[in-house]
C-alpha cells in the first residue's frame, strides 16, 4: 500500500516557492496563527481541531512548559504555576503589577529589578518575555507541524496602544522563541484588513477592538487598497478580563457576603464568572448556582454593573474620531473585534453612538489573526503587494525630558511612521563631553505623569567651550512603532555613543543571555528527543525479534540464534548508557544479523498464505 | 529614490506655492509610499531596509508638512531663506499683539464649564475666519514676492493656529475627554 498524503479539504499543499510565513495573534486570553494557503489565508488548528490556543502556560518542576488548553485546565487546580494574562504584564514594572493584581494571582521574584519584574512557579522564576516565547514557540510547533516545514517569518500583532516598551519585548519574545519577525502590526490594523481585503471599500472605518485585556480604536481611511490609520487610541489596561472580574466581585458579594477569598476559591469564582459572561452573550437571563448559594442574573443587570467599563470605551471613541478631526457622520464602517465585542451590551453601546450596526461577520476572535497572516504572505513575497499597504501612526507623543522635568513633545501621537524628527542640543559646561538624555512617552506635562522608555547617554562630543558643541540628535520610529536615537555632533560630524538604558524589562545583555540559555535548553532538548526515539526504535525491533524467535526460532540455525541473542544483549547494555547514538549502531548491528531470518519468515508465510487461497483472490488483491 | 534632501514641493511633483490642491498631494504621497515604505523591502539586507525608514520618514515629514497651513508656510519662508525661529518684536507689530491680547483676554474670561461651549464655538468661528485671511494675505505675498511681508503674516497666522488649538482644548476639557 502506498501511503497518501493526507491533508484538510481546502489546503494545498505548500509548492516549493513558497515560502512558509505566518501571522500570529499574541492575545491575552487565546492566541492564534493564521498562515495563506492556495490563495487564501486559513487560522492553523491543533491536532484536535481547535483554533485558539489559550494563552495560558503552566510550569512544573523538570519538565517543560506546558501551553494552551491543559495549561487553563489547571489554572484553578494549581494558580500558583499557572500563568495566565501575560500579555498584561508585558512593559510592566512590579508595583504596577502588584497593583493591578487585585486577586494577588501572580507571586514576583522578590530578587528581580523592580522594573524587569518576573514570576515565581515551581520551574524557577519567570519573566514575562519568557512566558510569552513560550506561547509563542507552540503556535511556532503547530504551524510547522502543519506546514511540514521550517518558518521564515511572521508578522505579530500588538495593541495599537501599546508603548515602546511592550512592543520591544513582544519582539524579545519572539528572538527568544527563535522567530524572525518580518513586522509588528497593530490589532485594529490588521482587523481592518482582514474586513478590508474583499472589498473595494473606500471610505472611513473605525476599528473597536476588545479583547482579552487591551482595548484599541483605530480610524482608518481606505482608499485604493491603501490603509491609513488617521488616529488610534486605547487603553492597555481594559478587556473582556475586567468584565470577568465585574461579575466575579459581585458574586462574590451575593455567596460569601463580601468575605476575603483564597487564590483557589478566587480562581473557581473568576472561572464561573467567565462562563456567565458567555452565557449573557445569548441568553436574556441565567440561572446562577454556586456553592450553596443560587440566584439569576439579567443581561440587563450585567450591563448595568458594567457600566463604567462601556463608558470608557465610548469615551475612547469620542477621543479618537476628534484627534482624527472626524464626526460621527464620517464613519462609513465600524468593525467589531476581540472576543469582548460579542458581549450585546457593548454591540448596543456602540450601535447607539455611531447611529449604526457594526460589522460582525468575521469571527471576532479570528479577523487579526487573518489580516496579520494577509501581511505575511506579501512581505515573505508569496502574493503580490499591488497598491496594498499599510500605514500606521504611533499611539503616544514622544517627548524629552527638558529643565524642570517638563516634557518636550518631539514627536505628537498619531503621527504616521515611519518617522524621524531632530532635535539640536547644546553642552551646558566648557570641556564637556558627554550628555544625557531620558526619553518618555505620553501626553502629560510632566515627566513624572509619562511613561519613561529610556535613558540614552551621549559619548564622545569632543570638548568645546559651553554652548560651541551642537549635537544633533535624531529620533527614529520604524514601522513596528520602535524608537531608536541617533546623535551626531554638528560642528565636527562626529557620531556620539549612544547607550540605552530601557526603563522597563531587560536590557540588551539579558536578553541575549536568555537567548544564549535557551539555545542550549533547545540543543539539550533535541538531545533527549533523539534518545527516546532510538530507544523506542530499539525496544520496537528486539520485541518483534522476541516475538518471531518464540514462533518461527526454528529457521535459525544454533550459530545464527547465538549471533542475534548477542546483538540483542549487546543493544540492552547500550540502552542502559542512554546515548542515541550508540543505540542507533547497536539496532542497526541487530537489523542486520537478524534480516536474513526475516527474509526467510517473510517466504515462509508468503508461502503458506498464497497455498491457502486461490489464484484469483490473489489477483484481485494485487489489482 | 529622489534624494532625501529634496525640495518637499518637487518631491511631489507640484509647483511651489502656497496654494496646493490637498486631494492631488494625498494620491502622490500614497504613490511614493506604496513604492518606498519599509515593508517594500521586507527581503532587503538590512542596510537598504534602513534607507527605506529613512526614505519613508522623509516622504512623511514631507506631507505633513504640505497638508498644514502653518507648516507649509513656514517651508516657503525657509526656502526662501527666511530665519523663522528668531522673531523681533518690532517685526510683529503692535495691531497684532493688540488683537491677540483681545482673543485672549475672550478666552480666559470664559466659564470653565459646559455653559462655555456655545462662546468657544462663536470664538472658534471667529478664529479661524482670521486664519483665513491671513493665509490668502500670506499666498498673495510670497506670489508678489513681498518676503517681508509674508512673514509677518506668518506670525500672525502662528499666533492665531496657536489660539485656535488652544480654544480646541478648552472645548475637550469642557467635554470631559
Redesign the interface.
Known amino acids: 500500500m502506498s501511503l497518501l498524503q493526507i491533508s484538510e479539504p481546502g489546503f494545498e499543499s505548500p509548492v516549493s516557492t513558497h515560502r512558509l510565513a505566518v501571522g500570529i495573534d499574541l492575545g491575552t486570553t487565546n492566541s492564534l496563527v493564521a498562515t495563506g494557503c492556495g490563495g487564501r489565508v486559513e487560522i492553523l488548528p491543533d491536532l484536535d481541531g481547535e483554533y485558539l490556543l489559550p494563552s495560558v502556560v503552566q510550569y512544573r518542576k523538570g519538565s517543560p512548559p506546558v501551553v494552551g488548553e491543559k495549561a487553563k485546565a489547571a489554572a484553578v487546580a494549581d494558580p500558583e504555576n499557572t500563568v495566565i494574562s501575560v500579555k498584561r504584564l508585558l512593559g510592566k514594572s512590579a508595583t504596577e503589577i502588584k497593583n493591578s493584581d487585585t486577586v494577588g494571582r501572580y507571586r514576583l521574584d522578590s530578587s528581580r529589578d523592580e522594573k524587569a519584574p518576573a514570576l515565581l512557579t515551581a520551574n524557577g522564576s519567570r519573566d514575562p518575555v519568557q512566558v510569552s516565547a513560550d506561547i509563542l514557540k507552540a503556535l511556532i510547533a503547530r504551524a510547522e507541524d502543519f506546514l511540514k516545514g521550517k518558518l521564515e ?1 511572521a508578522v505579530i500583532t500588538v495593541p495599537a496602544y501599546f508603548n515602546d516598551a511592550q512592543r520591544q519585548q513582544t519582539r524579545d519574545a519572539a528572538r527568544l522563541a527563535g522567530l524572525k519577525v ?2 509588528l502590526l497593530n490589532e485594529p490594523t490588521a482587523a481592518a484588513v482582514a474586513y478590508g481585503l474583499d472589498s473595494k471599500d473606500q471610505g472611513n472605518v473605525v476599528v473597536f477592538d476588545l479583547g482579552g485585556g487591551t482595548f484599541d480604536v483605530s480610524l482608518l481611511s481606505l ?2 487598497g ?1 490603509f ?1 490609520v488617521l488616529a488610534t487610541g486605547g487603553d492597555t489596561a481594559l478587556g473582556g478580563d475586567d468584565f470577568d472580574n465585574v461579575l466575579a466581585e459581585w458574586l462574590s458579594l451575593q455567596v460569601f457576603g463580601g468575605k476575603k477569598l483564597d487564590l483557589g476559591e478566587q480562581s473557581k469564582l473568576l472561572h464561573y464568572a467567565n462562563q456567565i459572561k458567555h452565557q449573557l452573550s445569548d441568553l436574556e437571563s441565567v440561572e446562577l448556582s454556586y456553592a450553596d448559594w443560587s440566584g439569576r442574573l439579567s443581561h440587563v443587570q450585567f450591563s448595568t454593573l458594567c457600566e463604567d467599563l462601556i463608558n470608557r470605551t465610548i ?1 475612547t471613541c ?2 479618537v474620531l ?1 484627534d482624527a478631526s472626524k464626526s460621527v457622520g464620517d464613519i462609513d464602517n465600524i468593525v467589531m473585534v476581540g472576543g469582548a465585542t460579542r458581549m450585546p451590551a457593548i454591540r448596543a453601546a456602540v450601535t447607539q453612538y455611531f447611529g449604526k450596526p457594526p460589522l460582525t461577520h468575521i469571527d471576532p476572535d479570528r479577523a487579526v489573526a487573518i489580516g496579520a497572516g494577509v501581511q505575511a504572505e ?4 508569496n502574493k503580490a ?1 499591488n ?1 496594498f ?3 500606521d501612526v504611533n499611539p503616544l507623543s514622544l517627548g524629552i525630558e527638558t529643565m524642570g522635568e517638563l516634557v518636550e513633545k518631539i514627536i505628537p501621537r498619531n ?6 524628527r531632530a532635535q539640536e542640543f547644546t553642552t551646558f559646561k566648557d570641556g564637556q563631553t558627554a550628555m544625557k538624555l531620558h526619553v518618555v512617552q505620553g501626553e502629560r506635562e510632566l515627566v513624572s505623569d509619562c511613561r519613561s522608555l529610556a535613558h540614552f547617554e551621549l559619548r564622545g562630543i569632543p570638548p568645546m567651550v559651553a554652548g560651541a558643541a551642537k549635537v544633533r540628535v535624531t529620533f ?1 520610529v ?2 513596528d512603532g520602535l524608537l531608536s536615537v541617533i546623535a551626531e555632533e554638528c560642528s565636527t560630524g562626529q557620531t556620539a555613543e549612544i547607550q540605552v538604558k530601557p526603563s522597563y524589562g531587560l536590557d540588551a545583555d539579558s536578553i541575549e543571555q536568555m537567548l544564549k540559555l535557551s539555545h542550549e535548553h533547545a540543543h539539550e532538548d533535541m538531545e533527549l528527543r533523539a534518545l527516546k526515539e532510538a530507544q523506542l526504535e530499539a525496544s520496537q525491533l528486539m520485541e518483534a525479534i522476541d516475538a518471531a524467535i518464540e514462533v518461527d526460532g526454528g529457521l535459525l540455525t544454533k550459530e545464527e540464534a547465538r549471533v542475534i541473542s548477542s546483538a540483542i544483549t549487546e543493544l540492552k547494555q547500550a540502552l542502559d548508557k542512554e546515548s542515541s547514538g550508540r543505540i542507533h549502531e547497536q539496532t542497526e548491528k541487530l537489523n542486520k544479523v537478524s534480516s536474513e531470518f526475516a527474509a526467510r519468515r517473510m517466504d515462509l508465510h508468503i508461502g503458506k498464505g498464497l497455498r491457502g487461497e486461490s489464484i484469483d483472490a490473489v489477483d484481485q488483491s494485487n489489482k | 529614490m529622489q534624494k532625501i534632501s529634496q525640495n518637499f514641493f518637487d518631491l511631489f511633483g507640484i509647483p511651489e506655492s502656497f496654494t496646493v490642491d490637498l486631494e492631488l498631494i ?1 494620491e502622490k504621497y ?1 504613490d511614493l ?2 513604492k518606498f ?4 523591502f ?2 532587503a539586507d538590512e542596510q537598504e531596509k534602513l534607507a527605506a ?2 526614505q ?3 516622504l ?2 514631507a ?2 508638512t504640505l497638508v498644514s497651513p502653518i507648516k507649509r508656510a513656514a517651508y516657503i519662508l525657509t526656502l526662501h531663506n527666511l530665519d523663522i525661529e528668531h522673531v523681533d518684536q518690532s517685526e510683529l507689530g503692535m495691531d497684532l499683539l493688540m488683537e491677540q491680547m483681545q482673543l485672549r483676554e475672550a478666552l480666559d474670561g470664559l466659564s470653565k464649564d459646559e455653559s462655555a461651549m456655545m462662546e468657544l464655538s462663536k470664538l472658534k468661528t471667529e478664529v479661524t475666519g482670521k486664519l483665513q485671511q491671513k493665509q490668502q494675505s500670506f499666498s498673495l505675498d510670497i506670489d508678489k514676492g513681498k518676503l517681508s511681508m509674508a512673514k509677518k503674516r506668518f506670525y500672525e497666522m502662528q499666533f492665531l493656529t496657536k489660539l485656535l488649538k488652544e480654544i480646541e482644548i478648552n472645548e ?1 476639557q469642557r467635554l ?2
Open positions: 517569518g518580518l513586522r482608499k485604493k491603501i491609513q469615551k469620542r477621543r476628534r506579501i512581505l515573505i513575497g503587494a497598491n499597504l499599510l500605514l503621527t504616521t511612521i515611519p518617522v524621524a527614529q520604524d514601522a | 494625498g500614497r509610499q506604496a515604505h519599509p515593508d517594500r521586507a527581503h525608514v529613512q519613508s520618514s522623509y512623511n515629514e506631507f505633513d475637550e470631559g475627554y
